[in-house]
């Protein structure tokens, strides 16, 4: 019997055969990529995220005080996946799959670009998403933090997982029974409540993605019930994720976000301020509203490396261009015609959320990095503002292919500091210590230091005198108090842990608290990370 034809595949499977692919793909390419880079040794990796989930995970929160400086607060839950994949795979694996975990981004903005383009064929949609979703990976600040441990790229997951449970489904939410709409949103919210609860910057993305619904073209009763039912579920994703933290914050010090808001709260733990980094705030009202001209070609005023990247400063003229357009009835294809480049309740809500997100952060915050789920949405968000233009639709095209094509050959990613890779991720050779049971060890000056802890043997507590929380001279600080305790009911040996250049401003603080350090009597500890370290030999100054 012959056998039929062979027919080749629609176009349709195809296309869903090449999402598939990408979706696969794309997360295990940008793995690669993160190894090109090279290993994260960023200053925030040795202050605070390898150290806090150590101490999370063995036990020592209340061992130690103040080893990682004011972010010792932090909430630790996001630090423990990296610390446990660094901690037990060889040091190049664990980043493939760190930066792998990362490159989840690119797939959840595919999904969201596929659901809301209306452009051209679908396989050639599936061809504009994958395109958009690598350009969303390359920004100036994404592409700078592949592999790293700031997690503006991993709480961004809960970002745009929460934006495609909510545009993949749209028209149920518009229009659909209203059970199954509040249900999704309500999952929607607890994406975005757990990156809020895992790092709190990210409240600016739960208000926005929020606040968004009211623009939708439903009831009003609608709008404010998916609002609800959305901010219901942020409540409970900031409760899941950090919620345990809060509690423990709340117990111990008396403020749940301990010690920001403390002007509030006012622990007697603290001083009684906001704790807010006023350093990257603009120098006036008027470059606050101008702010991405100021920024964009002096990256130095919203991060601490230099890099560049247009999208934002883009985004900044073109939606309210677009947006005033349409409101003069110049743009009438956001109402009424067919041409738009992606659908006209998506783009209204994606642009709007973006729009409270940024005018959120300007007024909290004004550090690039918080922004980075913005920068990995932008090129979807161009595409849409150029739809939006009063221009046919090929001319939107032209438009926003050419902003896309500015934008990304502009670039130059940040680097917060990378070095060779390592077969461990965390490399500290601490010498012999006499007697560890009975012995403190101080830790002097205020650079990043607390990943060698660590290697040190565990029974040994570590106690800071000198941090961006504390010093041996602040005032109004109760902490205060509690750590001239701790050293005071010491009876055994001290040490103290510094760089080597902050030896000398480490013992002149040790010698308020009464304690001398012998410079004369000190060992270098080698680390993979940074620079040497310095441990010296602590007595008590005689009391007359």
Same mark, same amino acid.
């Given at each position: ?5 062979? *027919? ?6 195809? *296309?869903?055969?090449?999402?598939? !692919? ?31 989930? #150590? ?83 390359? &920004? ?28 993949? &489904?749209?028209?149920?939410?518009? &229009? ?11 999952? !929607?919210?607890?994406?975005? &409540? ?80 906001? #704790? ?46 677009? !947006? *005033? ?32 997100? #940024? ?95 660590? !290697? ?53 603080? *040790? ?34």
């Amino acid at each position: 019997m012959p056998l039929p034809p062979f *027919a080749p595949p629609s176009s349709g499977r195809r *296309a869903r055969r090449a999402s598939a !692919a990408f979706l696969l793909l794309a997360p295990l390419l940008y793995g690669l990529l993160g190894l090109a880079l090279g290993m994260d040794a960023n200053w925030d990796l040795r202050n605070y995220h390898w150290y806090n989930a #150590y101490a999370l995970l063995t036990g020592r929160l209340g061992q130690d005080m103040l080893p990682a400086q004011m972010p010792s607060f932090y909430n630790p839950l996001l630090d423990v996946p990296f610390f446990l994949l660094a901690n037990h795979l060889p040091a190049p694996v664990a980043g493939f799959v760190w930066s792998a975990l990362q490159g989840l981004n690119l797939s959840l903005l595919f999904l969201i670009a596929r659901a809301t383009l209306r452009i051209g064929t679908e396989g050639q949609r599936v061809a504009i998403a994958a395109g958009l979703a690598v350009m969303g990976g390359l &920004g100036g600040g994404t592409l700078g933090l592949l592999g790293t441990t700031f997690h503006d790229n991993m709480v961004s997951l809960g970002v745009l997982g929460a934006l495609a449970v909510v545009l993949c &489904g749209l028209p149920r939410l518009i &229009g659909g029974r209203a059970r199954g709409a509040f249900l999704r949103v309500g999952a !929607a919210g607890l994406m975005a &409540g757990a990156a809020m609860g895992l790092k709190n910057p990210s409240v600016i993305y739960a208000v926005g993605l929020c606040l968004a619904f009211l623009v939708l073209p439903t009831r009003p009763w609608r709008w404010l019930w998916l609002s609800f039912f959305f901010g219901v579920g942020v409540l409970g994703g900031l409760a899941l994720f950090g919620g345990f933290w809060m509690a423990h914050l709340w117990h111990d010090y008396g403020n749940p976000v301990f010690p920001h808001m403390n002007h509030i709260f006012k622990s007697p733990f603290a001083a009684i301020s906001d #704790y807010v980094n006023v350093g990257f705030f603009p120098a006036s009202t008027l470059e606050r509203i101008l702010f991405p001209f100021f920024f964009t070609f002096a990256p130095l005023k919203v991060g601490e490396v230099a890099f560049l990247d247009l999208r934002i400063l883009v985004l900044f003229v073109l939606v309210p261009v677009a !947006a *005033a357009l349409a409101l003069l009835g110049k743009g009438s294809r956001l109402q009424h015609g067919p041409a738009t480049l992606a659908d006209r309740a998506a783009t209204r809500y994606l642009l709007t959320a973006m729009a409270v997100m #940024y005018a959120l952060w300007v007024v909290m915050f004004c550090i690039y990095r918080y922004l980075v789920p913005l920068e990995i949405l932008a090129p979807l968000a161009i595409v849409m503002a150029a739809g939006l233009l009063p221009v046919p639709r090929r001319g939107a095209v032209v438009v926003a292919a050419v902003l896309l094509l500015l934008v990304q050959a502009t670039v130059r990613p940040a680097d917060w500091g990378r070095v060779a890779w390592s077969d461990r991720w965390v490399e500290a050779e601490v010498p012999p210590i006499e007697d560890p049971d009975h012995t403190m060890v101080l830790m002097g000056g205020y650079w990043a230091i607390s990943h060698v802890i660590p !290697a040190f043997p565990p029974r040994i507590p570590f106690v800071r005198i000198q941090s961006n929380f504390l010093q041996p001279d602040s005032v109004g600080n109760g902490y205060l108090a509690l750590l001239k305790d701790k050293v005071g009911a010491h009876h055994g040996r001290f040490l103290m842990l510094s760089t080597i250049p902050d030896t000398a401003g480490a013992a002149e603080a *040790a010698l308020l608290l009464g304690l001398r350090v012998d410079q004369g009597a000190c060992r270098v500890i080698p680390n993979n990370l940074g620079e040497p370290l310095n441990l010296c030999s602590v007595e008590r100054v005689p009391v007359d």
